[in-house]
C-alpha cells in the first residue's frame, strides 16, 4: 500500500517534515506492515530552492513545482501538508479539503477565529483528517510534566499559581529562521504571541484544562522593537486564573538574547514543579520537591520512558517531537482515526489569544463564561 505526500513550503518546518517522512519510511516505523511512504510532489514559489532539493533529491521526490495547484489537484496524493508563511494556510487548506485530502496544518491556523471555524466546516464536510502542528504535545519533557501534576500519589497539595516564560531570539533572517517575512503583518499577522506563544498557550491548556477551565484573562501586549517599525509584538504577559482559583503568568518574548528557551515553574501547597532551561533538544533541571524531598530527571531518562508508554517503535532519529507527530499522523490516516491535535484544538488556543489581544488593547480583564 502507498500513502502518497504533498509538501507545500519547504523552509524551515517543510524541511522538518520531510526529514520526518524520510526517517518514518527508511526505518519503518509506520504501525501497519507494507506501508510505503512517497513523497510525490513538493511546492514552493521560491524555485532556488526547488534547485537546490532536485540536485541530491534527498527526499526521493517525484516532481518539484512552483505551483501548489499542481500537488492540491494531483488524484494520486492522499496527504497535503501545508507550511508556508501562515497568510496561505486556509486557502491551501480548503482547495486541498475540498479534492478530499488529508491535511496537516502548521500552525498558527488561521488569520482569524472565523477562518478557522471555515476551515474547521471543511474538514467536516468534506470527511479529511487534520492534525495541526502544536508540537509540544510531543514532546517527551511536558508528557512527564503532566504525567507529574496529575500523579495523585504525590503530596503536593493544592496548586498555588506557576510562572511560564518562553524567550526566542527574533525569529528574522537567523541560521534558524532564515526568511523575513514574520515582520510582515499581512503574511505573519502578529509576532511572539500568535506565531510562536500558540505553543505555549496551547500547552497549558493541555497541562491544566483537565483539572479546571480557564476563568479570567488579563493581557498586555508590547510592541518594543524598532525590527518591525512597531507592528509586530515582541513581549506578551498573559495573566491567566483558572475556575479552582490557580493562577499565574505566561510570558513571551522576542528579544536578541536566546535562540529558544523555556522556562515553567508550578508552586504548591507542599512544593514545586520545575523545567528550567528547556531548548526542545536540552535542559538544564527537571526536578520537583515535596515536603524538602527533590526528585530529578533528565531528557534520556524521560524520553525512553515516554518511547515505552507510547509503544513508539525504536528509532534510530534524533527529530524527537518532530518524528513523533508526523508518525502520529501517517498511523491514524492509515488507520482512519482522528489525528491529534485537531483544528479544534487549535481554535481553542487561537481564540485565548485573540481575546488576549483584545484585553491589552482595551485594558480589561477578560471573563469566560
Ligand atoms: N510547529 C513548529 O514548530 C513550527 C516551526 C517553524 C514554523 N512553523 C510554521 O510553519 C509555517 C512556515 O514557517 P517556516 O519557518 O518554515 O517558514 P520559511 O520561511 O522557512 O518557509 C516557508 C516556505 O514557504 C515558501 N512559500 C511562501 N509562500 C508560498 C506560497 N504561496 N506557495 C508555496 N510556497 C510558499 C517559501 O518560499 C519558503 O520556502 C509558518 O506558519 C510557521 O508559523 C511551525
Request: contains cysteine; glycine residues 6%; aromatic residues 12%.
Amino acid at each position: 500500500m502507498n500513502i502518497n505526500i504533498g509538501v507545500i513550503g519547504t523552509g524551515l518546518i517543510g524541511l522538518i517534515h520531510l526529514f520526518s517522512l524520510k526517517q518514518i519510511k527508511e526505518e519503518n516505523l509506520i504501525s501497519k506492515n507494507g506501508v510505503n511512504i512517497n513523497i510525490k510532489q513538493i511546492a514552493d514559489i521560491d524555485e532556488n530552492k526547488l534547485n537546490k532539493l532536485k540536485k541530491n533529491n534527498p527526499y526521493n521526490v517525484e516532481r518539484f513545482t512552483t505551483n501548489p495547484e499542481d500537488l492540491i489537484y494531483d488524484n494520486s496524493i492522499d496527504i497535503i501538508y501545508i507550511a508556508t508563511p501562515t497568510k496561505f494556510h486556509k486557502e491551501f487548506f480548503c482547495k486541498a479539503a475540498e479534492e478530499g485530502k488529508n491535511i496537516f496544518c502548521e500552525k498558527p491556523i488561521a488569520f482569524s477565529l472565523d477562518d478557522i471555524k471555515e476551515m474547521i466546516s471543511y474538514e467536516k464536510k468534506y470527511g479529511i483528517l487534520t492534525q495541526t502542528g502544536l508540537v509540544l504535545r510531543y514532546c517527551p519533557i511536558f508528557w512527564k510534566f503532566k504525567e507529574i501534576l496529575l500523579d495523585k500519589n504525590l503530596q503536593f497539595g493544592e496548586r498555588l499559581s506557576f510562572i511560564f516564560r518562553d524567550t526566542q531570539e527574533w525569529p528574522l533572517g537567523t541560521q534558524t529562521h532564515p526568511s523575513e517575512w514574520r515582520k510582515d503583518p499581512s503574511l505573519a499577522y502578529a509576532g511572539c504571541l500568535y506565531e510562536h506563544g500558540i505553543h505555549d498557550v496551547d500547552l497549558l491548556n493541555y497541562l491544566f484544562n483537565e483539572e479546571a477551565e480557564i476563568s479570567k484573562l488579563k493581557a498586555k501586549i508590547r510592541y518594543v522593537s524598532q525590527l518591525t517599525q512597531g507592528s509586530i509584538e515582541d513581549v506578551a504577559i498573559l495573566n491567566i486564573e483558572y475556575l479552582d482559583g490557580f493562577s499565574g503568568n505566561l510570558i513571551g518574548i522576542w528579544n536578541n538574547a536566546r535562540m529558544d528557551e523555556r522556562r515553567f515553574e508550578v508552586s504548591f501547597e507542599n512544593g514545586f514543579l520545575v523545567l528550567d532551561g528547556y531548548t526542545g533538544f536540552s535542559l538544564n533541571k527537571f526536578e520537583y520537591l515535596i515536603k524538602k524531598k527533590k526528585k530529578r530527571f533528565t531528557m534520556k531518562d524521560v524520553t525512553i520512558e515516554y518511547l515505552e508508554q507510547k509503544n513508539y517503535p525504536k528509532t534510530t532519529s534524533n527529530l524527537g517531537p518532530y518524528l513523533y507527530e508526523n508518525l502520529s499522523f501517517l498511523n491514524s490516516v492509515l488507520n482512519e482515526e482522528k489525528p491529534y491535535p485537531g483544528l479544534e484544538i487549535g481554535y481553542k488556543a487561537h481564540n485565548i489569544i485573540e481575546l488576549a489581544y483584545q484585553s491589552s488593547k482595551e485594558n480589561t480583564i477578560i471573563n469566560f463564561n
